[in-house]
């Protein structure tokens, strides 16, 4: 990684939040599994690599039913059950769907925070993200109303919904770094859990990607860093002392 880093941008779903397990655990339970958090987890990132290798980028009518059949897969659902499930659950959308601090983000978020660089949120969403974080405790922008709520205060949370460009494409991030006034460059870090969407718009808008991959899932994992959690980065991150 670059050793002067000037900023830090950061996936929303798969780096700070994932599936609400309320939403998935009835519909696994009732297929006969229980999995715990840690297991749910590590499906998603199952679920998000299999989306990487597709020749073609997931099609936004059954990108979720595609996602859900590794999802329950990963999760122990037995093979010739996992597209049914999946469809039941695709057909079925709850509120909240993606509002699940995940295991220790937290804590790592406020680790990065204590390295005092400037950090923003760049997801691919659907106008709900800023609400989300903010509802969830993880993070916030101020707005200047009442007392600060939970979480690590962000310079910028961008919702491509919300901005009408969405990740790979690198003005998304442009949109961001103006919002930060920090210029683009090698020495912005942008984490994300995605080849497709967030190591290859990070490479477009000439910044520098961190995949966040705990499992080592990666498909081609040369030409960029990858880190297990946001703990792991802020420690790399750490003043080395002389």
């Given at each position: ?80 059950n996992c597209q049914r499930l999946a ?144 703990a792991e980065l802020a420690e790399s ?6």
């Open positions: 990684m670059a050793s002067d880093v000037s900023a830090i941008l950061l996936d929303a779903g798969g780096v700070l939040v994932f599936p609400e397990p309320a939403n998935l655990l009835p519909h696994l339970r009732e297929a006969g599994v229980d999995p715990g958090l840690d297991t749910l987890e590590r499906a998603h990132y199952h679920a998000m690599a299999a989306q990487d290798q597709l020749a073609t980028p997931p099609a936004s009518a059954t990108w979720w039913r595609d996602y859900l059949t590794t999802y329950v897969a990963a999760c122990g659902v037995a093979e010739g469809a039941e659950i695709a057909q079925n959308p709850r509120r909240y769907g993606w509002a699940h601090a995940g295991v220790g983000v937290k804590d790592g978020l406020r680790a990065l925070a204590g390295l005092g660089l400037p950090m923003g949120v760049v997801s691919n969403s659907n106008g709900t993200v800023e609400g989300d974080l903010r509802r969830v405790g993880v993070c916030y922008v101020p707005d200047g109303d009442g007392p600060a709520p939970e979480g690590t205060e962000m310079g910028v949370i961008l919702d491509s919904a919300v901005v009408g460009v969405a990740k790979p494409d690198p003005g998304i991030f442009r949109i961001a770094l103006d919002a930060l006034r920090v210029p683009a460059g090698g020495s912005v870090l942008h984490v994300g859990d995605s080849l497709r969407y967030d190591v290859a718009g990070a490479l477009a808008a000439g910044l520098q990607p961190v995949h966040m991959d705990p499992y080592g899932l990666c498909s081609a994992p040369d030409g960029h860093s990858h880190i297990s959690s946001l991150l750490k003043p080395k002392p002389r």
